[in-house]
Structures are given as structure tokens and as C-alpha cells.
């Protein structure tokens, strides 16, 4: 039976990794490692809105996938405050916060922002809501991208939380920081 | 006025009948992602991604394979329809 990794404890490098993917090991002093576990959870993130949409992100309409995306920290936060509050309006019917359907635009009534009905004209002209959401299989796999990015940055956060002295950067003066050789 | 063309990041991409070729990114940036903090040795880490890909991708072929199987021909072997 092998002897567990000795880890130590390091609760600054786990704030800065809950508040921005990679700070963490930054902190840690592992800029490589640091690098790439940005590029992962970024890259997942990323992806998923560039196929997804903005929609990809709904703390409102899609709430149980909210809270996994929500593990990739600050930018879910920013990325759904910025859906919630500059591509959302109020429907007059259901008095409810909604993403617009084809064939409405977004205006303000002078105290909160409502969908109101296009003319043929000005839907012939292009104009419509400001984002067109995901439907289907597209949909889903961007909202999953999104989660996926916020569990491995979960791995990592911990990682960074209680890091392994065996990951630390070989130095001069440690040519071999493996401490379980 | 808001216009209808497409903009990255805001509106959704219209690629329904290329879903499937959506996990190949997907799987890259994971196991960049997750071999950030599980590689032993950095100097490995190309290596150790591209295998973690190949595992993730094989896997999901086969079990693609598998279902297929069952639904395709074991199913209707142990339920035929009339």
C-alpha cells in the first residue's frame, strides 16, 4: 500500500482560484500549470457561448445548470448579469422576464425594458430581439460546456486549495521537487 | 435597433448537423484543463493531452458502437415489432 501525497493547505491560492480560473496556481507560483488550467476552463467556457449564445448562461430559465456553470466562478457571474439585465425584458402579458421570441424588439417604457410586437416592415428590415437563442441538441451541449468547464474548474480549485508538493516547479535549488521518489 | 445578423458570443450558432463534431474541442480543452493539475512531469504534458484525448474520443465511439448494436439489432431480436 503506498503512503498518501503529503499536501499542504493554502486558502489564498483557493480564493484567487474560486475568483478566477488559474489564479490559483498563480499564486501557488506554478505560471505553467496556471496557464493551461485557464486555457482549459476558459477554452470550455468560451466555447460553449460561441455555440450556445448568451443564452447559454440562464440564472433564471435554467437554473440547475446555472449552479454547476456557477463553478467556473466571476465569469458566469458577469456573463448572466449582462443576459439578465441588457438582453431580457419584461412580456406585458405575463408580466415576466424573457428572452425575446423573432419578431419583437426590446425597448424601454421608461421604468424597465419591454418586448413590443415588429411590423412586417421592420422585421423585413432585419430588426428583431438583440440575441438569438440556442434551441435543441446545440443548446444543451453549450450549457454543457459551461458545466463541464465549471467541474474541472472545481478540480482545480482544490488542487490549488490543497496543493501537491510533487506538481511545484523544478528550481535550482530543487532540481526535484518530486518529494515521493 | 437591434439587426439580425450573427454575433459571436451572443447569438447561438446554427450547426444542428454537425452536433457530434462539437466534442472534439470539447475534449481538447478538457484534458488541457484537467492534465494542468494532473500531470507529474510538464515536460510530458503534450504527450499526456493528446492520449487523454484519444481515451476520451475511443471511449465514446465504442460506446456509440455499443448502443447502436443494442438498439439496431438486439432489441429488435428480443422485442419485434409486429
Known sequence: ?181 | MNTLAYTPFIDALAIHAYWYLLIIPMSIFLAIGYKSVRCMDMSKFLREVIIFVIQILGGLMLMAIAFTIIIVLVLPMLAPMP
Request: glycine letters at 10%; hydrophobic letters at 45%; aromatic letters at 8%.
Open chain 1, 1 to 181: 500500500m503506498s503512503t498518501p501525497t503529503p499536501t499542504e493547505f493554502n486558502p489564498l491560492a483557493g480564493l484567487a482560484a474560486a475568483i478566477f480560473p488559474g489564479a490559483g496556481h498563480l499564486v501557488l507560483g506554478r505560471p505553467k500549470r496556471a496557464l493551461f488550467a485557464c486555457i482549459g476552463v476558459m477554452g470550455l467556457f468560451l466555447f460553449g457561448l460561441l455555440i450556445g449564445g448568451i443564452d447559454a448562461i440562464d440564472s433564471k430559465n435554467d437554473k440547475i445548470w446555472y449552479y454547476g456553470q456557477l463553478l467556473v466562478g466571476t465569469p458566469t457571474i458577469i456573463v448572466d448579469t449582462i443576459h439578465q439585465s441588457q438582453f431580457k425584458a419584461y412580456d406585458l402579458d405575463t408580466n415576466m422576464l424573457r428572452t425575446g421570441f423573432p419578431g419583437e424588439h426590446r425597448i424601454h417604457d421608461g421604468t424597465r425594458p419591454i418586448w413590443e410586437p415588429l411590423t412586417y416592415d421592420e422585421i423585413d428590415a432585419g430588426m428583431g430581439p438583440p440575441n438569438i437563442p440556442g434551441l435543441g441538441r446545440i443548446n444543451e451541449i453549450a450549457m454543457l460546456s459551461i458545466v463541464l468547464a465549471g467541474m474541472l474548474n472545481l478540480i482545480i480549485f482544490l488542487d490549488a486549495l490543497m496543493p501537491n508538493p510533487n506538481h511545484a516547479p523544478k528550481t535550482k535549488t530543487n532540481p526535484e521537487p518530486e518529494a515521493a521518489k
